[in-house]
């Protein structure tokens, strides 16, 4: 497969409605999670729907976010101030794979592989730009994540 027929993560995944599946399943699992519930609990109700345009604007797909939310720099300015901590971080992420399974987001080694590897660092960046100290650069492009080394092979 090239370049130009390797779809993108956000494709391979099932586009928007895969992934507003994804996050509604996620926030679910927030609502009623001890670490994170508190979190969340002043959120906006359209919230999950803008992670979901966040992720396909990430993934590959529309720049739905961007158009809708104002890009970067609205999402950094969600975090900042909030000292997220390890243990929320890691419940973040543990919650979301298991909403991936729970609403059947490809399940092979490639696109898990690429799935994990942004939000891996996505968590870890909100940690640091959530710092009450931290001094990020508040206009940045919306990161755009590929495949990585393992894009699907097709002989
Ligand atoms: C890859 C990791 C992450 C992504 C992609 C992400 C994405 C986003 C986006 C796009 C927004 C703004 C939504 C909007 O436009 O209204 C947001 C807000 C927010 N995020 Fe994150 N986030 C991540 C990690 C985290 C973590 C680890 C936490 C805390 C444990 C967190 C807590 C919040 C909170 C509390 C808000 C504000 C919710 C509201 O009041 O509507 N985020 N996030």
Do not use: C
Not at 103 to 111: G, K, M, N, Q
């Amino acid at each position: 497969m090239d370049d130009q027929s390797t779809p993108t993560l956000y494709t391979w995944a099932g586009g928007a409605p895969a992934l507003a599946r994804l996050t509604e399943a996620f926030y679910r699992r927030v609502a009623e999670d001890e670490v994170l519930a508190p979190v969340f609990a002043g959120m906006d109700p359209g919230h999950a729907h803008h992670v979901a345009l966040w992720l396909g604007e990430v993934f590959g797909g529309p720049a739905a976010y961007t158009e809708e939310r104002g890009g970067y720099e609205f999402m950094l300015s969600q975090h900042l101030g909030r000292a997220i901590t390890e243990e929320q971080r890691r419940r973040w992420l543990d919650l979301i794979m298991d909403a991936a399974d729970e609403v059947a987001l490809p399940d092979d080694p490639e696109f898990r592989a690429a799935f994990v590897s942004y939000l891996e660092w996505g968590t870890r960046l909100a940690v640091r730009n959530s710092a009450v100290d931290a001094t990020p650069f508040h206009e940045a492009p919306v990161p755009k994540w590929g495949w990585g080394e393992a894009p699907p092979y097709v002989q």
